[in-house]
């Protein structure tokens, strides 16, 4: 078994053409690890500087506080969020309890996490100033600040997620890192909570931790209802392993602890507040198509093409999407990596929702990470990502602002489309390494010629591979 680390420079062509700006590629006899600067220290430290940056590149909206979206600086500066914004808007301000007294549109996990950041903002401003001129603006912009804090707790959480989910691949948490995706979303909403538990979740599913797997997919969809995706690939995963029996029983205790899980935290509010639990399924059943969505593209650019039946359509779409990962998932001559059809499973989920907000994009980062961890790719796709991401907020301007309109739908429409069409590309090149193995970086096991199914074994998420059902040395 190999069980040196690989090294980006060695590894990845990208990389290696980069290395030479600063000495060159890694040699031969190069030990990383070895001091205390290792792989997942210097993805933490890359990490925080991001995470710091993306903080940084708020303060125009800090200064001003965040008092309203009418206020064109919110857009034309690309410093929006969601989260002093909800405070008001949602009566935490005015001490009300989420669900009982006020309609949320999030799981019940994010309002809970909510509840006690405002909470913990109120305490602070009392603190700090405990006579602001405007006292609701300034308990927004603390609570602005705790979010940010749990946000930056929750990507280094899927940093080392990440570092460890491939043991072999350790430097590619650096990817995820030193994403820009990160550095521009990280604070618009809590959606990196939902990844963290995903991230973890894989972790744990890759080290046959399967109570742990399904109690943190119970977890992450009371955040956000992505992650019971997983339960879905952990299925076809299960269906291509050679012992079925002993994998289908670790799928089922996969799936009992996290039904067990999600109800433990969403039936006592259910019980508590009905109408308010019920809202966020109500809200995302009622609404049609909305920013960033290739159904809103249409309207833009067709606005009789979909005739006001976006439901069905996405019903339909969705099925379609379902249908080829499962095809792909049973033909592939080697059974798929569990993130790979993890990625393309949530990225159809994006592709065919009613609404895409460009947070939503941080659930693919650690999965396209792990999917395809190449520089090119995953730097393609995030520049078509950081384009929306202009789009949306100049378009925005003029939304609030229609007298003096920034760009034109017509624009804003196709930066929508040309997202889709870098994600769906990027789904053709992880296709494309499930249907020839040796394409797949993560499946070599020696050199970057060889890939393992043409020793008769396959490479597992964590790096090692098995042979007739038992672990094996690589």
Known sequence: MISSPVLPSRDDPAAAAASEWVGGRAGMHAVPGKHWWTPVRIALAVGCVVLALGVITNKPCHDMSWETREDRTVWTSLCYTDVPFLYAERGLADGDLVYRDSALEYPVLTGAVMQASAYAAQAVQSAVDADPADRVVAEGVRFYEITAVLMGVAALVVIVATSRTVPRRPWDALLVAASPVLLISATINWDLLAVAATSVAILAWTRERPGWAGVLIGIGAAVKLYPILLLGVVFLVVLREPERLAAFRRFVVTVVAAAVMWAAVNVPVALWAWDGWTYFFTFNSDRGAEFGSVWYALELLAPDLLHNDIDRMVVGAGLIMLGLVVVLAMMAPEPPR???????????????????????????????????????????????????????WFYLAGFFDPSNPMISGDVYAWSILLRVGALVWLCGVVCRDIIRPEHDPVRRVSDPASCSHRHGTYARDDGRARTAGRPTSA
């Not at 592709?351 to 396209?368: E, F």
């Not at 190449?374 to 990502?385: G, M, N, S, Y």
Request: net charge positive; glycine share 0%.
């Open 338 to 392: 569990m993130t790979q059809l993890a990625f393309l499973a949530v990225a159809a989920f994006l592709l065919i929702n009613k609404v895409w907000s460009p947070q939503y994009t941080l659930w693919l980062v650690p999965l396209a990470v792990l999917a395809r961890p190449r520089w090119r790719e995953l730097l393609i796709w995030q520049v078509a990502e950081v384009l929306y991401f202009v789009s949306v």
